[in-house]
């Protein structure tokens, strides 16, 4: 009697002329089958980011405008050569990435006060530390700009970087300042054309 190997056996896929390795999966589950080495999709990949040249803010791969400052960038997170730098001086507000502009010869008040500080209260109507009436910074048509705490006091004070103010007295405001509303709240001073951005003077 002459013995057969059982189909599927060991000498079949020895002989199989066309057992090239491959895994074939089921064409009706998708599913490679039983006691096939699956291979695991790759690992999602992390997209990189960079400071923004101007405001120092995180800015994802590929992003042509800032989120925090709304520069100018190019693909690579860098400042667009020959784009203008940011005119105004810039509050970027840590933790929220919300920013106020102050133009060249205007003043922007900080406070909850709608009416006293419109730009201002949207951004701080949570803020119960900071007052109604705050601060003030200037921008001067020569390009400096300044802070000042409101002349009657503010409830919790002004700093800026380790400096407290004095009511009504103005601190004159650098690049890479930060200025305190209080005890909680941080605005990071972004000067124009000198922002963290490319020649700034440490």
């Known amino acids: 009697m002459t013995d057969h190997a059982a189909p599927g056996g060991a000498d079949e896929d ?3 002329p066309e057992d090239d390795g491959l895994v074939l999966f089921d064409t009706l589950t998708g599913q490679a089958p039983r006691g096939a080495a699956a291979t695991a999709p790759p690992p999602p990949v992390a997209r990189p ?3 923004c040249p101007w405001c ?4 994802p791969e590929g992003v042509d405008t800032c989120p925090a ?6 693909a690579s997170g ?3 050569p020959g784009s203008p730098p940011p005119a105004a001086w810039r509050l970027v507000f840590r933790g929220t990435g919300g920013h106020l ?3 060249p010869g205007a003043e922007l008040r900080l406070g909850r006060d709608a009416d006293w500080a419109p730009e201002a209260a949207g951004l701080l109507a949570g803020e119960t530390s900071v007052s109604a009436r705050h601060a003030l910074v200037a921008h001067g048509e020569d390009g400096a700009a ?3 705490e409101v002349p009657q006091g503010a409830t919790n004070g002004v700093r800026v970087n380790d400096r407290v103010l004095s009511p009504g007295r103005s ?12 005890p909680w709240v941080a605005l990071r001073v972004c000067g124009p054309g000198r922002a963290g951005g490319p020649g700034a003077s440490g």
């Open 78 to 80: 860098t400042a667009v």
């Open 14 to 16: 020895a002989d199989d």
């Open 146 to 148: 300044s802070v000042t």
């Open 101 to 103: 502009e102050v133009p």
């Open 69 to 74: 400052c709304l520069s100018p960038l190019g």
């Open 171 to 182: 601190e004159p405001l650098r690049d890479g300042d930060t200025v305190w509303l209080g």
């Open 56 to 59: 120092g803010a995180r800015v």
């Open 49 to 51: 980011s960079a400071p």
